[in-house]
C-alpha cells in the first residue's frame, strides 16, 4: 500500500499539473467507488482544483468548499488519463475536467476496496475516514510519542502500521524505522525509554524523507518493490549496517524484517505471537 511519501510526493506532481482546472465532471464507474450520499459530486462542478493534498494516505482533491477524499488502499492509483475510454480497464472513478486530461481511480484486484468521499471542505478532518486518523507521523515530538506508548502498550511495529494511532506509516516504513532506531520490531511500546522513543522520532523521519527523495525523481507512484530501503523485502540479504543476514517473520498479510545484530542482539525472532525476544 502506498504510504506517506509515495502518497505526498503524487499529491505534488497532482498539483503542479491539475491546479486550476476546473471540473466539469465525477464519475464513478463500479457501485462501490462513491462512499458518500451528501453533498452530491454535482457541488464541485464548476470550481477550480485549488489543490491536492494529503492527510495520512489519503489524497485530498481540494474544489473550496467541496474536497474529494481518495484512499488508494493496497492495489489503487490515481492516474493522468489521457484516453478517457468509456470503459478503462481496472476503472474505479473518473474526474473529467474542462480541458486536458481526466484523473482515472483506478484499483488492481479484486477487493474493490478503493474509494472516494465527497464532503464539505469544512468539515473533511472532522468526519470519517480522515476523524479516525492518528497525528501524523511526522508531527510526534519525544513527549507526544512517548505518552502514546505508554497508552497503548503492544509492539513497536504494529503500533507505526496502526493509522488510528500514527498516520502516513505502513508495512515498509514500520520496518525500516524500526531498522533505523536499532530496536526489535517485537518491543514493547510502553518499556521504551526516552532515548529509544527520540531514536523512533529520528528514525521516522529519516526513512519518510529517504522515500520522499526517491518518489520526487519519479513520473509516476512507485510499486512495493521499487521502493529503496535497508531490510523491507530484503530478507536474506546482508544488513547495510553490519552484514548480517536480515531475517524475516511471516505473517498472512505482511512481513516484519530485521536485522539480528542491529535489532534483536543476534536472537531469531519467533514466527508466533508469543516470542520472548520482546527487548
Known amino acids: 500500500m502506498p504510504e506517506l511519501p509515495e502518497v505526498q510526493a503524487h499529491a505534488e506532481r497532482l498539483t503542479d499539473q491539475f491546479a486550476g482546472k476546473v471540473l466539469q465532471r ?10 458518500t450520499a451528501t ?83 469544512a468539515t473533511v478532518l472532522a468526519d470519517a475516514p480522515l476523524n479516525k486518523l492518528g497525528p501524523e507521523a511526522l508531527t510526534f515530538d519525544v513527549e507526544l510519542l512517548q505518552a502514546t506508548f505508554a497508552e497503548h502498550s503492544m509492539r513497536l511495529h504494529g503500533f507505526l502500521r496502526d493509522q488510528h494511532l500514527i498516520a502516513g506509516l505502513g508495512r ?24 529509544d522513543v527520540a531514536a523512533v522520532i529520528a528514525a521516522i523521519h529519516d526513512a519518510a524523507d529517504d522515500g520522499l527523495t526517491y518518489e520526487r525523481t519519479r513520473t509516476d507512484m512507485s510499486s512495493s518493490k521499487d521502493r529503496p530501503g535497508r531490510v523491507h523485502g530484503r530478507a536474506s540479504e546482508p544488513c547495510p549496517e553490519c552484514g548480517d543476514t536480515i531475517a524475516a517473520v511471516s505473517y498472512n498479510n505482511y512481513t516484519v524484517a530485521y536485522c539480528p545484530t542491529c535489532q534483536t542482539g543476534g536472537k531469531v525472532l519467533a514466527d508466533n505471537t508469543t516470542s520472548k525476544f520482546l527487548k
Open 26 to 35: 465525477f464519475t464513478p464507474l463500479t457501485f462501490t467507488a462513491l462512499k
Open 172 to 195: 515498509m516504513l514500520a520496518n525500516e524505522v524500526c531498522h533505523r532506531a536499532k530496536l526489535s520490531p517485537f518491543a514493547s511500546t510502553s518499556k521504551l525509554g526516552e532515548a
Open 39 to 121: 453533498p452530491p459530486p454535482s457541488d464541485a462542478y464548476g470550481l477550480a482544483l485549488q489543490q491536492v493534498g494529503r492527510r495520512g494516505k489519503y489524497l485530498l482533491l481540494q474544489f473550496e468548499p467541496i474536497t474529494f477524499v481518495v484512499h488508494l488502499m493496497q492495489g489503487g492509483r490515481l492516474l493522468v488519463d489521457e484516453k478517457q475510454s468509456p470503459k478503462p480497464r481496472n476503472g474505479q472513478a473518473r474526474f473529467v475536467f474542462a480541458d486536458g486530461p481526466a484523473l482515472l481511480l483506478t484499483e488492481a484486484g479484486s477487493e474493490r476496496r478503493a474509494g472516494v468521499w465527497c464532503m464539505p471542505s
